[in-house]
């Protein structure tokens, strides 16, 4: 649209202007940006320097003969304002020779229309790296360096300080826009990630937040200073400052920026607030004042003598200089001042060519090539120094000038350095300061942190699992040592010795189920994942399976009294052969396990989680080893049916056979508690594991507990009945070891002993009536006479008869015992018989010789 406004003032207009009045005066024009609410209003310092300017130029006789006199309006940095100045400027008279623009939009539409009038145009305050395309702008210079000048720099010191990882925030301005593309060129020339590119037009409150959420922490700001103090406030909201944030900010922004017209431009934030949040940011910036003070430049002037000159016109326009309050602009007033120079310079240069012509430059209009080619060569290559530096023009009519580098330090901006571009070198002076005494990181840094078990958890389970250990390869020991014993000899020492090894095996697996990244590395920890599991499966088996092939052997011959089948005894091999089959399945789904889909490391990621002791911006990230397959739920699935079946058919057969009492296996009760206590154990434990998995030390503790609660209870049930009978009777028989089935039950052989302490009793009463039978005959010889012998010696016979009569029954019964206790002709019922008669005969020869004594006496 502009382009096509252009077009139509162009073939309605294109009427040339001559210098009819004031042919002495050279005449351009100037387009100041200056009340605008937005974008850069620097004509506010620029405007008063360039009248210096003028009046320095005029002063000098720079253009031998002739003066020169601006004219100019506000363009508000407004594009489509700043287009309508240029009209104005170009078709009221006098005619221009140049135009002189502030603020890149302007400077945009002004330069890529000004060629079609063969205008050069020189831009005092525009940094967009678009004005560098010579096919799009082909009459524009510039005294501001081009903005690109600061991509190299911010690169320069983002490898100096070891930052790869950026976020960049932009106001969306043809300006910022162009820079930003320079930026991702060059840091992906750099190996610089850029991992957000936020974009705002007016409010940047959701920009910001969106940084926040990026965790981005050296974020690049392209914005105008309106702009840049909403940016601050919202940083300051939303926390993004401080220690662990580096923002770069345009540098031509006056100094106390942070602090000015926040009320006027509504900031919902304080200046003091403000000044923590700028507190330690970094700009980068062309050089716009010339660092030698005391160097004179071509004014005549030093850049010290222009900087209080200037100030003095900005107090008299009612600045509070004396309060750092300067205006927009301040920092680019040597720009402007420097860029009426170079228009004066390039005339007064042009003028000497053309004299040699025979013309002057008074003769130019707008459809004049020649003299604007002239004008254009002229500028191309001036050079001087001015209050600025060194002022040359490249050939894409840029700036050539060094970088300065600034630091915001306590409130204040603080020189760090400076960039040279074209020799790729910086000069730094060490002063820059960082919050927190330390150069800030380019993100979080995220430690991986392996969990892993606790010490005393994992030597207090390893304590315990030792001792158990021990405990049953003694009673391994003390099985095998007394298995001929009647006690050890009727529970199948065999099948005892086969559950205590699969306890051994499987307390054995708790010291790999201990073993973790903080013991072994990554590389082991596969080969662990399928030991431990091989160990703790078949250590279950032999175990389990051992007390399993009991209780069902019991079930078995409980059935078959019932049946009232034909009594076999019991065949050891048959009981072996259901821990073989047991064993055999187990190693067949392990085997193909291992095979097809063997175990690896598997890492288990949680959320991030904030160090306890540390003030570096550092997150933790812990990760938790699980042994895992790629089909890890099928074969997990099948094992723990195949055992849980197993677990349901024990519980089963142990309650079927709870009541029975047999001496084949005198164990059966006690093995039965133990399947209660494995199989109630076990369901228990498979869920709770599931749900603690990511709770390493939990995990842990539960199945190590679940595993030696089970291997202790039930050696505690199986063989502390044994170890104790054993103790209590060193001298019994030993019985048969090709009659497992001979012998008494416990039951009985406790009512036998109880027996044998009652006739010791009655015996020593039988004692205590004899000596008082012989008392008594003594007494009864004393009082009768001889008449009386006839009579007492019968009395004495008959007594003496039935005394002969009780010791042949007490020696009659005592045969009997004695055929009990060696187990010749004496059945289970005939032992019950004659322990109860044995009492009845004691008892009533007892009464019968209280009779007979009485009788006597009377």
Not at 252 to 278: H, P, S, V
Not at 638 to 651: A, E, I, N, Q, R
Not at 786 to 796: A, C, M, V
Request: charged share 20%; glycine share 6%; with cysteine.
């Amino acid at each position: 649209m502009i382009q096509l406004v252009i077009n139509i003032f162009v073939l309605l207009n294109n009427v040339p202007f001559s210098f009819q009045e004031d042919d002495n005066v050279l005449h351009i024009g100037g387009i100041f940006p200056i009340g605008g609410k937005g974008g850069w209003q620097g004509g506010q310092a620029c405007e008063p320097a360039v009248r210096l300017a003028l009046e320095d130029v005029n002063k000098n006789s720079v253009l031998s003969g002739y003066q020169l006199k601006l004219h100019w309006n506000d363009s508000e940095c407004d594009p489509g304002l700043g287009a309508s100045v240029m009209y104005d400027l170009l078709y009221n008279k006098p005619q221009k020779l140049m135009l002189l623009a502030g603020c890149s939009t302007v400077c945009t539409t002004v330069a890529e229309a000004a060629k079609m009038w063969n205008l050069v145009v020189l831009c005092y305050g525009a940094s967009s790296p678009a004005l560098s395309d010579r096919n799009r702008f082909p009459t524009l210079f510039r005294t501001h360096p081009s903005a690109t000048v600061h991509s190299p720099t911010r690169i320069t010191l983002m490898k100096k300080f070891g930052w790869y990882r950026i976020a960049i925030l932009q106001q969306t301005e043809e300006v910022f826009i162009s820079t930003v593309e320079d930026i991702e060129l060059r840091c992906k020339q750099n190996g610089i990630e850029i991992i957000t590119r936020q974009s705002f037009v007016s409010d940047p409150a959701d920009a910001v937040k969106n940084l926040r959420r990026q965790d981005a922490r050296i974020i690049v700001g392209l914005f105008y200073v309106v702009a840049a103090r909403k940016v601050l406030c919202e940083m300051y909201k939303q926390q993004l400052y401080g220690k662990s944030y580096v923002w770069f900010f345009i540098g031509w922004y006056e100094d106390n920026w942070f602090e000015l017209n926040l009320d006027k431009e509504g900031i919902e934030c304080t200046r003091e607030q403000m000044r923590i949040a700028a507190e330690g940011h970094i700009t980068t910036e062309a050089l716009m004042w010339n660092q030698n003070i005391n160097q004179k430049t071509v004014s005549g002037m030093t850049s010290e003598d222009f900087r209080q000159r200037l100030e003095n016109v900005l107090r008299s326009e009612g600045y509070a200089i004396d309060r750092h309050r300067y205006p927009e602009g301040y920092q680019e007033a040597p720009l402007a001042y420097d860029a009426v120079w170079a228009v004066a310079l390039a005339f007064n240069k042009t003028m000497s060519i053309l004299e040699k012509q025979g013309k002057s430059i008074t003769s130019f209009n707008y459809n004049n090539k020649e003299i604007a080619d002239h004008i254009y060569s002229a500028i191309n290559s001036t050079q001087f120094l001015g209050i600025s530096g060194w002022v040359a023009f490249s050939s894409q009519g840029d700036r050539i000038a060094l970088t300065q580098i600034e630091q915001v330090i306590d409130g204040k901006y603080v020189k760090l350095g400076y960039y040279d571009t074209q020799s790729d070198n910086l000069t730094w002076f060490d002063k820059e300061r960082w919050i927190g005494g330390k150069i800030p990181q380019d993100r979080t840094v995220i430690r991986r942190v392996l969990r892993t078990l606790s010490i005393p958890l994992l030597i207090c389970m390893w304590v315990i699992t030792t001792i158990g250990i021990l405990v049953a390869v003694s009673l391994i020991i003390f099985n095998v040592l007394n298995h001929h014993r009647r006690v050890i000899a009727q529970s199948y020492p065999a099948c005892n010795t086969i559950m205590l090894s699969g306890c051994v095996l499987s307390l054995s697996s708790i010291y790999l189920f201990g073993l973790d990244g903080q013991i072994i590395s990554s590389a082991v920890f596969p080969n662990i994942c399928q030991i431990k599991t091989w160990v703790l499966s078949i250590g279950f088996t032999l175990g389990y399976g051992a007390m399993y092939s009991k209780v069902w052997r019991v079930h078995r011959l409980h059935t078959s009294q019932k049946k009232n089948a034909i009594r076999k005894a019991l065949q050891p091999w048959k009981m072996y052969s259901i821990v073989i089959f047991l064993l055999g399945v187990d190693v067949a789904i392990l085997f193909l396990w291992q095979c097809m889909d063997p175990l690896k490391r598997d890492i288990q990621v949680f959320p991030m989680e904030n160090p306890l002791n540390s003030n570096d911006d550092i997150k933790i990230r812990p990760e938790l080893e699980h042994c895992k397959s790629v089909n890890h739920n099928f074969w997990l699935s099948l094992t723990l049916s195949y055992k849980g079946l197993l677990l349901l058919f024990g519980l089963f057969v142990s309650y079927e056979t709870r009541s029975v009492k047999l001496r084949q296996i005198n164990d059966s009760r006690y093995v039965g508690m133990s399947i209660y206590n494995v199989v109630v154990t076990c369901l228990i434990t498979a869920p709770v594991i599931m749900v603690t998995a990511s709770q390493q030390d939990a995990s842990f503790a539960f199945v190590a507990l679940s595993v030696i609660f089970c291997c202790f209870l039930s050696m505690a049930l199986i063989f502390v009945p044994k170890v104790i009978e054993v103790i209590r009777d060193p001298h019994d028989k030993p019985e048969s070891k090709y009659n497992p089935d001979a012998g008494m039950s416990k039951e009985d052989e406790d009512k036998y002993k109880r027996l044998i302490d009652e006739n010791k009793q009655l015996a020593a009463k039988i004692k205590e009536k004899e000596d008082r039978l012989k008392q008594l005959k003594s007494d009864l010889a004393s009082l009768r006479g001889d008449t009386d012998k006839t009579e007492l010696k019968w009395n004495d016979e008959s007594q003496l008869t039935e005394h002969s009569f009780l010791s042949q029954s007490v020696n009659k019964d005592t045969l009997i015992v004695a055929d009990f206790i060696t187990g010749e002709g004496t059945s289970d019922s005939a032992f019950i018989a004659g322990t109860t008669t044995l009492n009845v005969i004691f008892y009533q020869r007892c009464a019968s010789k209280i009779s007979i004594v009485g009788k006597g006496e009377k």
